[in-house]
């Protein structure tokens, strides 16, 4: 059982940055691979980015590659997620995710537990 604690939302302006931060319980954090995932209103839950166990592959949305970083202390038992050059269309609440997977990590269906979520939200 893991539960996933995410915090660092908030208001910032359009070309703005943040840093979310997602704390996890439990001693095996290090087997889990973490994903970042965001619903804006009307909007089904997205994929952002995820990282594996160790770090050693990492993978990102389109609409975010370039401009989001995912990384993961797990000495700390957390995953960040930095993101820079904010767009009004970043605007969500975003959840993490963890899943005992290693391959498709991009697929939402796959991850086992959830937080209950930070809002983002970005004005223009």
């Known amino acids: 059982q893991v539960q996933l604690v995410e915090s660092g939302g908030g208001l910032v302006q359009a070309g703005g940055s943040l840093r979310l931060s997602c704390a996890a319980s439990?001693?095996?954090?290090?087997?889990?691979?973490m994903g970042w995932f965001r619903q804006a209103p009307g909007k089904e839950r997205e994929f952002v980015a995820a990282i594996n166990w160790n770090g050693g592959s990492i993978y990102y949305a389109d609409s975010v590659k370039g401009r989001f970083t995912i990384s993961r202390d797990n000495a700390k038992n957390t995953v960040y997620l930095q993101m820079n050059s904010l767009k009004p269309e970043d605007t969500a609440v975003y959840y993490c995710a963890a899943t005992l997977r290693s391959r498709a990590l991009t697929e939402r269906g796959l991850y086992d537990y959830w937080g209950q979520g930070t809002q983002v939200t970005v004005s223009s």
């Open positions: 439990g001693r095996t954090f290090s087997r889990y691979a």
